[in-house]
């Protein structure tokens, strides 16, 4: 009896463990203004850029931040990036800006993983190479095995203590003459 208790007692641990679901809301870019590699005329007055989920906003705290240089590395936005729902915005300061303009971003997104990336597009002229956005965050995952091992560790944790229960079971069935 006190054997069916502890493997209950186990199983029952296992599958609360492997029932919380690791939320994979990292926030991912779905739409920025102006756009990635896009080629403007002028230069806008604010950059925008929108993600999968809405963004986590903890009271005055900067957790959500957009920055946006020019051809040369000065910083060229106003500092004052303001998130509402899914959207970073910051506007840009009044100067003459011409080329190459790189955003980045750190966000918070809604599962709590900070995530960073950023893109380029041009004022006036593009230059000759062309970029690729670049995304850094923890969701970028090469390998699926790598990012859910944890979920994995568990499960199988879960089946090796299942697999157990049965086998010292039918051991103790088969002594008792009852299978």
């Known amino acids: 009896m006190k054997l069916k208790i502890g493997m209950g007692i ?5 599958l609360t463990l492997a029932s919380i679901s690791h939320a994979s809301a990292h926030a ?6 102006p756009q990635i590699e896009q080629l403007v005329t002028q230069a806008p007055t604010y950059v925008e ?5 809405n963004l986590i906003q903890l009271g005055k705290a900067k957790v959500n931040v957009l ?11 106003d500092g004052k990036s303001v998130a509402t729902g899914p959207i970073l915005k910051v506007g840009l300061l009044k100067k003459k800006i011409s080329g190459q303009v790189s955003v980045n971003w750190r966000v918070v997104s809604s599962d709590g993983h900070p995530v960073e990336g950023g893109y380029k597009f041009y ?3 593009k230059d000759v190479q062309t970029s690729v956005p670049v995304v850094k965050g923890a969701h970028v995952h090469e390998n699926y095995f790598l990012h859910h091992k944890v979920h ?4 199988a944790f879960g089946f090796v203590v299942i697999g157990l229960w049965a086998l010292i079971s039918v051991r103790i069935l088969r002594r008792r003459g009852q299978l």
Do not use: H, M, P, R
């Open 123 to 125: 004022v006036g002229v």
């Open 49 to 53: 850029v929108e993600f999968d989920g």
């Open 28 to 33: 991912v870019l779905v739409f920025s203004n």
């Open 152 to 155: 994995i560790a568990y499960f």
């Open 10 to 14: 186990a199983f029952s641990l296992w």
């Open 67 to 77: 920055t946006v240089k020019d051809s040369t590395g000065l910083q060229i936005d």
